[in-house]
């Protein structure tokens, strides 16, 4: 019994082995805050990206669209778990917003970035069938930015013969684009060996979106798919014409397999383009878009984990630096314990119990204050931006009004499980060292 | 009287570098139940080493040590601490008294040494009793909850006697009690000792250096290097300290 009692009175009266205890709870902190963070900032992103893009996607292969859309409808309408699907017209282009007919060098010194667009055409009407788009214009707050009339999102409500085109509203945001303005996309196509042929078209903007995910609603602009058409099917037959995407968004059904349906409807897209001898393409589900951006942000937690738990290591040696140091200050204690009936085995455990009840009370500590700064993390991290211009986790880089965050009790377990098992291990060594002492030489020793 | 402790042929040596050091030649002696022994002798001769030897803290390098009728060499570390626990009690020159703990605590401790913690819970009040009566006893028993470094030597000295009782022992091995200790109060535990003895008729056998100390045991036992030069009990100029 004594040994526990011992040990909880050497480890309170020792301030040092305070500073053990704050040092678990910091490695636990840190190991279960940031990776809170890391998982609520996937998770955010997953269901932003999935947002902006549908379950799968056909991707045309060549440099220009291709003109068998009918051969499409009727595979994907045979498909058993197909629910919808949406031709697009996507290309890459540069806007210019002042309605100028040339980039001037001043904009490009400025960085590309700025000027550089995705076009995705599409068909509203298809479109909401596969997106969200009629939520993400309602997202958007201010009503001067919303489009006049959401079932025609292109309406721009002007007497020209301009088109519309909605902007993100991040996009909008950064260029001060009020609705109505002046875009002009300036691209380039080319059909086979022919020139290239130069694209410079005018919109009007007429309305703005907002997904959620920044990166989308900075770079791109949605323009009708009819517009599109004409750009790309100028010299073409009206019906090759009203065929023409290079991309077909796809909705599944409720619980269909992903991975399952993709290899279906690429099976029999590639029976189909031996059979015609059509153009190849390829089926992608939303995770294999933006595999990269997701690969990244994973192998980013990864090393995160890893780098966190090197922290755990460095707690681990102070546990054992604290407790050895302990050992010496009580090497007469461990003689007069053996003189009063203590066994070896007594004073190991008091070293391993001190250890033990410093990986509890700090893991305890670290997990409990991991916890409140998970709820409090918004108040935390405004805290730290107007006390010390340090910010926590930029929402603003992200598109996103709070810091995200999600706690995965699991990881949570783990790093309890390590952070006991090599504490424990740390106070083992030094305990040992006690445990052995020869308790004369202990009796005789001065301090 | 029955005899108590017992050491036969006890010898003792410690090898430094390539050299043997004989530290203990053959070591015979007994204490009887109720008697107080000084044990005398010059720095070196063995003194400490062989009150370490006979409280089973360092085992001996031949000879024997028995305890009534047990003899405690021959027995495992395990049965040898029980034994130590219970029939020895130990008094230290410099107390060893456990710093973060209180003058109760320190004396409990003793107690709480061999149970278990829900054994120690059921007998906490009678422990804790027994300890408090120990520390009024002997005149402690309003500094209950200080700490050794709140007390003065022989405060210290006492809480140390108080914890050598604790476990109701039938010897115990004083190393140089009053050693560290001025006149007077080295006096009041020498007081204390001799009334411990008288009342609870417990064995002491004392280190000592003291002529005065060694002058009232009943028997005196002179070592000189590492070998019993007598049993006696000689008048104070006699002692070669």
Known sequence: ??????????????????????????????????????????????????????????????????????????????????????????????????????????????????????????????????????????AVEDASLRPVNPAKPFETGSDDEIPGALLGLARARDLGLPRGSSLTLVSGHQVRNEDVTRIQKRFRLSGCWSSGFYHFDENTMLVPLSVMRDIFGEGRPAWQQAQLFNEIAIQLVEGADLNQAKKRLQESF????????????????????????????????????????????????????????????????????????????????????????????????????????????????????????????????????????????????????????????????????????????????EI | MT???????????????????????????????????????????????????????????????????VCATDISPARQTRLRHDLVGFVFQFYHLIAELSALENVMLGEMMLRSLPDYMRHRKQIKARAVDLLASIGLGDRLKNRPSQLSGGERQRVAIARALVSDPQVILADEPTGNLDSQTAEEILELIWKINEEQNIAFLIVTHDQNVASRTDRIIRLKDGLVLGHSQLEAEEIPL
């Open chain 2, 3 to 69: 005899e108590i402790l017992r050491a036969q042929g006890i010898e003792k040596s410690y090898r430094i570098g390539k050299q043997d050091i004989r530290v203990l030649r053959g070591i015979d002696m007994s204490v009887m139940e109720g008697e107080i022994v000084a044990l005398c002798g010059s720095s070196g001769a063995g003194k400490s080493t062989l009150l370490h030897v006979l409280g089973l803290l360092d085992p001996p390098s031949g000879g024997k040590v028995w305890y009534r009728d």
């Open chain 1, 1 to 138: 019994m004594y040994v526990y009692y011992l040990a909880l009175k050497y480890l309170l009266s020792r301030p040092i082995n305070l500073l053990s205890i704050l040092g678990v709870t910091l490695a636990v902190w840190a190991l279960i805050v940031i990776v809170s963070i890391f998982s609520g900032f996937i998770v955010k992103m997953e269901k932003h990206i999935q947002g902006t893009t549908s379950d799968l996607s056909f991707i045309h292969i060549g440099s220009s669209p291709r003109s068998d859309l009918t051969l499409f409808q009727k595979l994907l309408e045979a498909d058993p778990e197909v629910q919808a699907f949406a031709p697009r017209l996507v290309w890459h282009g540069m806007l210019d917003h002042a309605g100028k007919n040339e980039l001037d060098l001043r904009r490009l010194q400025r960085g590309p970035e700025r000027d550089f667009v995705q076009v995705i055409g599409i068909d509203p009407k298809q479109e909401q069938k596969v997106s969200r788009l009629r939520a993400w214009l309602a």
């Open chain 1, 270 to 445: 590639d029976k189909l383009s031996q059979k015609k001898f059509i153009w190849g393409g390829i089926f992608w589900t939303w995770r294999d878009r933006n595999r990269n951006f997701l690969q990244n942000v994973e192998h980013q937690k990864f090393l995160m984990r890893l780098m966190l738990f090197v922290l755990v290591i460095v707690v681990g040696f102070l546990i054992f630096a604290t407790l050895s140091m302990m050992v010496v200050e009580k090497i007469r204690d461990i003689g007069i314990l053996s003189a009063l009936g203590g066994t070896r085995t007594g004073v190991l455990v008091i070293f391993a119990f001190s250890g033990l009840a410093i990986a509890i009370i700090g893991s305890s500590l670290g997990v409990l204050s991991a916890v409140w700064t998970c709820a409090h993390l918004n108040d935390f991290n405004v805290w730290l931006k107007d006390s010390f211009d340090i910010h926590l986790f930029r929402t603003s880089v992200y598109g996103l009004k709070e810091v995200p965050h999600q706690i995965e009790w699991l990881w949570v377990g783990i790093v309890c499980t390590v952070t006991l098992g090599l504490s424990s291990l740390s106070a083992i060594i030094p305990g040992f060292r006690a445990a052995r002492m020869d308790p004369v030489k202990a009796l005789r020793h």
